[in-house]
């Protein structure tokens, strides 16, 4: 018997992995929780059936989410990660040696228990000296700091069930607070593309705006994620990750000597450089 997994995309659009073998299917405290294997994309994870990582592709989704906010901000020594329980957000941070402090914030604790022994390539900085992990509510977590961080990245969810409460004006304005002067926050930005994740994508920007000065949408194609084209939105006090990111920026992050398989900067600013109707949809709300 053929066994395929298969994601709801619009109503009129499906995704579908022809499944080898399912290693995991258990139920948290906060959501359904499956790992499965393919022979495409490897091992992959979902969460109340929606795609959140593939062993083949998981590569470009955290070198977007990490990488452009690293080589706009000069001095990032402080991060704290929102969500991000497969690891692979701090193993990328984890490569900077001027990090200092990781705070990574995750809800739920079996993730992170189920990513550890299926998905040791994310998970592997975890156990780093300078990652702290508390398994509590993001939201509840920002809402105490104050100018305390140089980054904020939200690897959300989409903005259902457990990730809802991290779309919300109220939220955002924490991140503004939680930052210092200079700092950026970084969030997954969902899909232009289908008309749910669009909305979605536009009502996020909006209540972002609204709290930022400098506020930057940027893209990735990642293929596993609804349309293959995804959006990232990098919001600052300070820094403007084009205007900002002259050839002295770009020289100091090539300076690093960081091996990316997806990230460059060539790739920097040409990641913000939107197709019109990504341009029109953030214009509605702008």
């Known amino acids: 018997m053929k066994l395929w997994y298969t994601e709801k995309h619009s109503k009129d659009a499906r995704f579908s ?3 080898e073998r399912q ?3 258990q139920q948290s405290e906060f959501q359904k929780i499956d790992v499965m294997e393919s022979q495409e994309f490897g091992r992959f ?3 109340d059936g929606l795609m959140m990582l593939t062993e ?3 590569f470009i989704y955290h070198d977007m989410i990490v990488h452009v906010a690293m080589a706009t901000h000069p001095q990032v020594k402080r991060v704290l990660v929102i969500g991000g329980g497969d690891g692979g957000t701090v193993r990328e941070l984890a490569r900077y040696d001027c990090v200092e402090r990781i705070d990574l914030v995750e809800i739920d604790s079996m993730v992170v228990q189920v990513c550890r022994e299926f998905f040791p390539q994310t998970t592997c900085k975890l156990e780093d000296s300078r990652v702290h992990i508390h398994f509590e509510d993001g939201l509840r977590f920002v809402r105490s700091k104050e100018d305390e961080y140089d980054l904020i990245i939200v690897d959300s969810t989409d903005p259902f069930g457990p990730g809802e409460g991290l779309f919300t004006r109220e939220f955002y304005g924490n991140c503004y607070k939680a930052l210092k002067l200079e700092g950026i926050m970084v969030n997954q930005h969902e899909s232009p593309y289908y008309e749910k994740y669009a909305e979605s994508m536009r009502r996020a920007h909006s209540r972002i705006v609204d709290c930022f000065p400098v506020c930057r949408v940027y893209q990735a194609h990642i293929p596993t994620y609804p349309s293959g084209h995804w959006l990232f939105g990098l919001a600052s006090k300070k820094y403007d990750p084009v205007l900002d990111f002259d ?3 770009q020289e100091r ?3 690093l000597g960081l091996h990316t398989r997806y990230y460059n900067t060539e790739l920097h600013k040409g ?3 939107l ?3 990504v341009k029109e949809l953030l214009a509605e709300r702008e």
Do not use: G, R
Request: aromatic fraction near 16%; charged fraction near 20%.
């Open 17 to 19: 992995i022809k499944v």
């Open 23 to 25: 290693w995991v299917s």
């Open 45 to 47: 994870l979902t969460l």
């Open 56 to 58: 083949k592709d998981e």
């Open 247 to 249: 050839q002295a920026a």
């Open 253 to 255: 992050w090539e300076a």
């Open 271 to 273: 990641c913000f450089a």
């Open 275 to 277: 197709p019109t109707y």
